[in-house]
């Protein structure tokens, strides 16, 4: 629905960008058949067009940034095969964005240090926007917008979730390139670096990589939900998180 503008303020409006016309380039603003302007204020986006030369007249429309997209952006847009997991993807001032959601699961990983190891790890969120991404675990075993948020098991994740990539690049972020960006992540070599406060045992609070190498040693079946961190403060939700990322970034 295109946003509307009350009788008065159409008028004022008319008045306004016809007496600025008229008194900076009267010629000008005879030969302008159409235009657009933006309100920062307000948000709005306004479309003017000429009705008439003499005297000099317009009519205009509010128009939502929707419509203006689509009439300045004539190529198409296929989005192209999404990949499974995809649960989310969009476009932001900051970007190209997308959400990929990896179930619990077992994953081998390599601990430079320690060698490669198979661990059950939980539900986990996979969030890019462009070159930049976040990771997080997410309670339950079925996927939920509003699950809570945990600070990720596993070493080289900030505390702001953010993925530390090392000399690597990871791809723009978009549904058909998280879960090679998910592959690399997770099969690249991890290090001790980033390694405390990932988990709630007071054994393994200073070490993550400690309780995952328990965790391989035991044949541990799933991964001890209730020694996730949660975070610090809010969002703690997932679409709540991926608002507050993109708003953010």
């Not at 030369?53 to 997209?69: G, H, N, Q, W």
């Not at 699950?147 to 098991?153: D, I, M, R």
């Amino acid at each position: 629905m295109e946003p509307a503008l009350s009788t008065n303020d159409l008028q004022a409006v008319e008045a306004a960008l016809i007496r600025d016309f008229l008194a900076t380039c009267p010629e000008e603003a005879k030969r302008i058949d159409a235009a657009i302007y933006i309100s920062e204020a307000t948000g709005h986006y306004l479309y003017q067009r000429r009705t008439s030369t003499e005297p000099l007249t317009y009519r205009y429309k509010c128009i939502s940034p929707d419509t203006l997209r689509i009439a300045f952006d004539n190529t198409s847009i296929d989005s192209g095969w999404i990949s499974p997991g995809v649960v989310r993807c969009g476009t932001s001032i900051g970007g190209r964005w997308a959400v990929l959601v990896i179930p619990p699961a077992h994953h081998t990983i390599d601990l430079s240090y320690a060698g490669k190891i198979t661990i059950p790890l939980p539900a986990l969120a996979l969030i890019g926007l462009e070159r930049t991404y976040w990771i997080c675990a997410i309670a339950g075993e079925v996927f939920d917008p509003s699950a809570l948020c945990y600070h990720a098991p596993l070493p080289n994740v900030y505390d702001s979730l953010k993925i530390c990539w090392g000399s690597n690049t990871p791809a723009i972020a978009s549904p058909q390139t998280l879960p090679q960006a998910w592959n690399d992540f997770i099969t690249s070599p991890f290090s001790n670096h980033l390694i405390h406060g990932k988990s709630t045992s007071k054994k393994y609070q200073f070490d993550i990589c400690k309780q995952l190498i328990a965790l391989h040693q035991n044949r541990t079946k799933r991964y001890p939900s209730k020694t996730l961190v949660p975070l610090d403060q809010d969002p703690t939700t997932l679409d709540r998180l991926i608002t507050h990322l993109l708003a953010h970034e």
